[in-house]
């Protein structure tokens, strides 16, 4: 069975926040779609172990923010593997509330909704709520970031949280060329390539990274990296 077939099922991204109480939280979800129109219902997926879970059981309330292509990694990081539980994620980032108090995200937005939760369904490792739509807005124009720009253009990785992460994903590159994968996020440093949102050419190789180079995904130092088993072309 090939799960890379996987890849080719289309989505976006988003970042989907709730609250509990005073506390805000948001993670990013690649799983959001439109259900129904009249009136406009939407699901997502979200892992039962995650901070956000607790927040949507909590208020029965959560938003959408839709991601434009913008987004740089470190922003897409802070929300994608970096845990409410430990930082608060809002923290420099810029966002307002909905009339209920929930927030929505304006950095690299399009525009957001906001969904009551009105039917949950048990799948598992993932709680998919269904919610209907209370307000939505379009904030700017933009191109709605997806899946496979996350992927291609910008060599986003998937936390194994989510529910499209792929086990083979981590498998070595068949290739002759060094690379150095981050033990925390599974983000892979190819010196061809560079880092661009981290201002590193094309060309560099990993040993000549600066001490203050860190992983554009999640934020973590060199030290964190581990080369990756090199299979030569033959
Ligand atoms: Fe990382």
């Given amino acids: 069975m090939d799960t890379n ?37 939407v699901a997502i997926s979200i892992n039962k172990e995650n901070l956000t879970h607790e927040y949507i059981r909590a208020s029965g309330i959560f938003t959408v923010s839709i991601l434009s292509e913008e987004a740089p990694l470190p922003f897409i990081g802070k929300f994608g593997f970096k845990s409410g539980r430990t930082e608060d994620k809002f923290k420099d980032v810029k966002y307002k509330l ?10 690299y937005t399009i525009g957001y909704l906001e969904a009551k939760v009105i039917n949950t369904f048990d799948c598992g490792t993932h709680t ?17 970031l997806t899946y496979e720009y996350y992927h291609q253009i910008k060599k986003g990785t998937t936390p194994q949280t989510a529910p499209t ?3 083979t994903e981590n498998s070595a590159p068949a290739s002759g060329v060094k690379k150095y994968r981050c033990t925390v996020c599974n983000y892979v440093y ?23 180079w860190s992983c554009p995904v999640c934020g973590v130092d060199k030290s964190k990296f581990v080369e990756e088993i090199t299979v030569c072309e033959t």
């Fill in 5 to 41: 077939i996987l890849h080719n099922i289309s989505c976006g991204m988003f970042i989907v926040s709730s609250k509990k109480d005073r506390f805000l939280n948001g993670q990013i979800v690649n799983t959001v779609f439109q259900v129904t129109n009249s009136p406009v219902t």
């Fill in 165 to 167: 992460f792929i086990k």
């Fill in 98 to 107: 909905s009339a209920a108090g929930t927030p929505i995200v304006l950095d």
């Fill in 128 to 144: 998919l709520f269904l919610g209907e739509v209370t307000d939505m807005s379009l904030l700017k124009s933009g191109k709605p």
């Fill in 190 to 212: 190819d010196p061809r390539a560079g880092d661009a949102d981290g201002g590193i050419p094309p060309g560099t190789p990993f040993e000549q990274l600066p001490d203050t």
